[in-house]
Structures are given as structure tokens and as C-alpha cells.
């Protein structure tokens, strides 16, 4: 990506070959897992319309995030534009992809016994817990989110971070334990829901009510839309702080409106969400 001056400049799409390399891979990896390893592993099943375009609307989520736009704005111009992308990141694309995978992928049922033991023990609710919001809250202090913005290798490691953790961290809610075609009881993956967004919200809030501009990288630069930094970064922490409580929020009213219907998604081994 170029670095330009003018506002006029620089605000266009980025076809990095990597990047829609690893997006088509994906599509790719996903059309088999969901055509032919689906009909070999769900008895001859078609998976449902309704989930495969889950995913690939995960997958469009993250083309929006890093090709579009958004991705040089977010890398050059706007903190506020930086939060839009990260909370594509965690809080779209990953839920998205998981919601769109086969119960029995998700299961690792058709996995070797030491991938289901790894994935058994960073998708447990505490320890996936920590990792996603540890992931989150390290790449926010001002000291490393400057580094990152820096060293476009280290930003790129950021993005492939948040994407692993927010796949584990979303795991105890929409995927099946590792090993088991059962997922967790509803109200574990409610409260897990309601904790979940106290680590965003309290990191939000910081960021909202400060007083003193934390990331001074993007107010070095003369166009921001007639937001001074300060404001661009308040900005950037309201983004941060409703939409993912939202999302949060909907998900969770989603368990609970089965849980008291008597629809619980332990019983149900292949229910759509």
C-alpha cells in the first residue's frame, strides 16, 4: 500500500495477491467440506443452504475488511475506520464461519486424536475465555498497536491472530465439543455470552473517555474528515464498544429464546443456529 497526502489519493481497493489468494483457498477448502466430506460424513446429508451461506458471508466479511476501501483507511488515515475492520475481524467473520461449518467438522470427529485434544483444551470456556480477550487487549496497547501500524508484517500477524483467537473464543458458543456432537448446556453458553463482554466493553470504554490521544500515529496525518485525533479515536471507541456489545447481546438472546422453548442445542446434534 502507498502512502499518499492528498485526501483524493489512495482511497481505493487493495488487491493484495495473498490476501485473495488465502480468501479463494478458503472458499475453496470450505466448497469440499461442505459438498463431497459432507455427504461422506453426515450419512449422505446436504448441509443447509441457510449455513453454507453463513460462511460465505463470513468469508465476504473479511474481503470487505482487508481488500475494500476500509483497509487503507483503517491503515492510514482513521483510527474509527481501524475498529470497523478489527471488529469485522472478531466479531463477523469468525461466528459467521462457524455457524456455516458441518457439526461433524466442527465435532473433529473425523480428526486424528491429538487435534481433538488441542482443540478440546483451547476451546474450553475459560481457557478460550482468556485467549480471545488476552488476543484482543495486547494488540490494543498503544505500544504494539503503533507497531503494527509500522511493520506491515507484524499488522498482518495481528490480523491472522485476532482471526485464530476470535474462531476459539467463539467456539464454546456455536461449535460442538471437540470429540462430542453435543455442544455445551445453554445457560453455560449464556453466561459465557454475558462475561464475554465485559473485557470489550471495559477496553471500549477506555479508549472512548480518554483524554489524551493513545494511537498519535494517525494524527500525523492532514486528512481524518474533519475529525481532530481525539475525536477520530472516540470514535473508533464507540465502534468498538456497541456493535460488539450487540452482537453479543443478539447472539445470547438467540440461546436463551431456544433454551426457554425447550429447543436446547444439546440435544439437537445437528441443529442449524
Known amino acids: 500500500m502507498l502512502l499518499h497526502t492528498s485526501p483524493h489519493l489512495g482511497i481505493g481497493w487493495n488487491w493484495e495477491p ?7 483457498l478458503l472458499t475453496g477448502i470450505y466448497l469440499v467440506i461442505a ?9 449422505g446429508k446436504s448441509l443447509p443452504v441457510s449455513r453454507q451461506l453463513a460462511f460465505h ?21 482513521l483510527f474509527s475506520a481501524h475498529m470497523v475492520q478489527h471488529m469485522l475481524l472478531l466479531y463477523v467473520a469468525p461466528p459467521l464461519w462457524l455457524i456455516g461449518l458441518p457439526d461433524w ?3 473433529l470427529s473425523a480428526f486424528g486424536d491429538i487435534l481433538r485434544s488441542v482443540a478440546g483444551y483451547l476451546t474450553r470456556p475459560l481457557i478460550a475465555f482468556l485467549i480471545f480477550n488476552g488476543i484482543m487487549w495486547t494488540w490494543h496497547l498503544p505500544s504494539l498497536y503503533e507497531a503494527a501500524l509500522a511493520n506491515e508484517n507484524l499488522h498482518i500477524f495481528e490480523h491472522l491472530t485476532f482471526l485464530a483467537a476470535a474462531v476459539i473464543g467463539w467456539w464454546p458458543v456455536l461449535a460442538p465439543v471437540p470429540g462430542s456432537a453435543r455442544r455445551l448446556p445453554s445457560f453455560t453458553r449464556s453466561l459465557y455470552l454475558f462475561l464475554s463482554s465485559f473485557p470489550c ?8 473517555l480518554s483524554t489524551t490521544v493513545l494511537y ?6 492532514p486528512w481524518q474528515w474533519g475529525l481532530s485525533p481525539l475525536a ?16 453479543l447481546m ?19 446434534t445437528n441443529a442449524e443456529i
Open 18 to 24: 495473498s490476501v485473495l489468494l488465502g480468501l479463494a
Open 35 to 43: 459438498g463431497p466430506l459432507q455427504r461422506r460424513f453426515a450419512s
Open 57 to 77: 458471508a463470513g468469508t465476504f466479511s473479511l474481503f470487505l475488511a482487508l481488500v475494500s476501501p476500509l483497509d487503507v483507511l483503517a491503515d492510514e488515515y
Open 105 to 107: 467438522a466442527m465435532s
Open 201 to 208: 466493553t471495559a477496553l471500549a470504554a477506555l479508549i472512548t
Open 216 to 221: 498519535p500515529f494517525y494524527g500525523a496525518h
Open 232 to 247: 477520530d479515536q472516540r470514535l473508533g471507541g464507540l465502534i468498538m464498544w456497541l456493535p460488539a456489545d450487540m452482537i
Open 250 to 268: 443478539l447472539v445470547n438472546m438467540g440461546i436463551l429464546y431456544r433454551w426457554f422453548k425447550g429447543s436446547d442445542l444439546v440435544k439437537t
